[in-house]
Every structure is written in C-alpha cells, then in structure tokens.
C-alpha cells in the first residue's frame, strides 16, 4: 500500500532564503507524486506533478521539485521565499495502477519570518 | 468549465444524530471522486474514492459510508455520529488518469 511521510510539522524560514521541504513515499513502483498548497482559509492548490520523463519539475509560484526514486523522495523547493508562501504543504502520491487513489501526507505548515 | 459544489458549509450535529454531506461535479462526466478529512497534524485522510456509479472503495474502516447514486453525485453518511467524526470534511474529483485533484470548499462538521 502507498504511503507518505512530511516528516517536518512546522517550518519557519526568513523572507527570502531558500526553502526545501521533505517528503518521503513508500510504494511498490514509480507512484504519481504531487504537492498542494493550502493558504489560510483557502482551498488547495496544486502546485505541481511527476508522471514520468524530467525527474525535476517546475511548478507555479516559482517552486520546484525533484523526484529521487534512490531515497524514494519528492522534496519541494523555492530559491527565495516571499512572505505569500506562508501555508500548509501537502505531498501527495497516486497509485499509478488505478490512477484513483491519491495518498496526502500530514503536511507542514511553513511560517516566513520577516 | 467543470465546478465542484460541497454543502453545507457548517454543520453542527449531536452524537448519535445522522449525517448526510452531499457533494456534486458540474462540467464533467465519468470522474473519479473523493472524498477526504483534514484535522489538526494528520492531513487530509482519504476515507473513500469511486470511480464510477455504485462503486465505492472505502479507505479507514470507521463510523462513515459513502454512495454514488448518480454520475457526478458523491454522498458520504453515517447513521449514528461519534465525537471523533468531527473534523473538516473536503469533497474532490479528478479526470480518469487522476493528474489533478479539484476539491469543493469544505464542511466543517462538529459533534457535539
């Protein structure tokens, strides 16, 4: 069974350092991997994807993410972080075999210090 | 285009009470749809996902049901709720190859 792990709860960063957040997934193959924004009393946002090919992706907002299938890893990152980014960040995996069942992690709240 | 529609918004029930949340997709056909539980340091759970008409697979074995009567209808229910159901309840769908989650606004229900 698929599974995810956002081993950081909470993160704060100054406004304008870099930004790296941690996921981790447990799965049989190559799994869909995702990561969804969610602001203060907003919905969630995709931020980005990886099916397969270019194993670093570009995503919206200026992040980015690479897939390591050695440390089964999916960490998200962000050059200069701007104080907008202050939300919850949720990893998700999706069962390639189904397409269907998507997976979130626990997430991790990132705070911007001024 | 495709909207996602979740009621209520709020929901204050007392233990032992039923529920009904109901949740519809506009705009699309065939999608698979969600329906997931967001507390406080565990995430959004996903309690069960359809991918089609009566077909429902169930995630965490617990107090809730859920049931697609029609296409883009998704209802998740319980006959007699808990004080542990409360929680923030989202609703979502995606196309068949599952690139992209679109989730409704949300019920916060609260048992009381």
């Known amino acids: 069974a698929q599974s995810v792990t956002q081993p950081d709860i909470h993160i704060t960063v100054s406004e304008g350092a870099s930004l790296e957040l941690r996921c981790n997934y447990s799965?049989?193959?190559?799994?869909?991997l995702f990561w969804y924004v969610q602001s203060p009393g907003q919905g969630l946002q995709l931020l980005l994807k990886y099916f397969s090919g270019d194993t670093l992706v570009q995503g919206i907002k200026g992040f980015e993410a690479e897939f390591k299938r050695s440390q089964s890893s999916f960490n998200l990152r962000k050059p200069s972080v701007h104080w907008s980014d202050a939300a919850e960040y949720f990893c998700a995996v999706g069962d390639r075999s189904s397409a269907s069942k998507i997976i979130f992690g626990s997430g991790t709240r990132l705070s911007i210090r001024p | 285009s495709q909207t996602i529609h979740q009621w209520p918004a709020t929901l204050v029930q007392p233990v032992g009470s039923p529920l009904s949340l109901e949740c519809t997709v506009e705009?699309?056909?065939?999608?698979?749809l969600y329906w997931y539980r967001q507390a406080a340091g565990r995430g959004l759970q996903l309690l069960f996902y359809s991918v089609g008409i009566g077909q429902i697979s169930s995630e965490v074995p617990q107090n809730l049901s859920a049931s697609r009567p029609q296409d883009r209808q998704f209802i998740l229910s319980s006959k007699k709720l808990l004080l542990s159901d409360s929680g923030f309840y989202l609703c979502?769908?995606?196309?068949?190859?599952?690139?992209?989650?679109?989730f409704g606004s949300g019920t916060q229900l609260s048992v009381l």
């Open positions: 705009g699309t056909s065939n999608p698979n």
């Open positions: 799965y049989g193959a190559t799994p869909y």
């Open positions: 979502a769908w995606s196309g068949r190859s599952g690139e992209k989650l679109f």
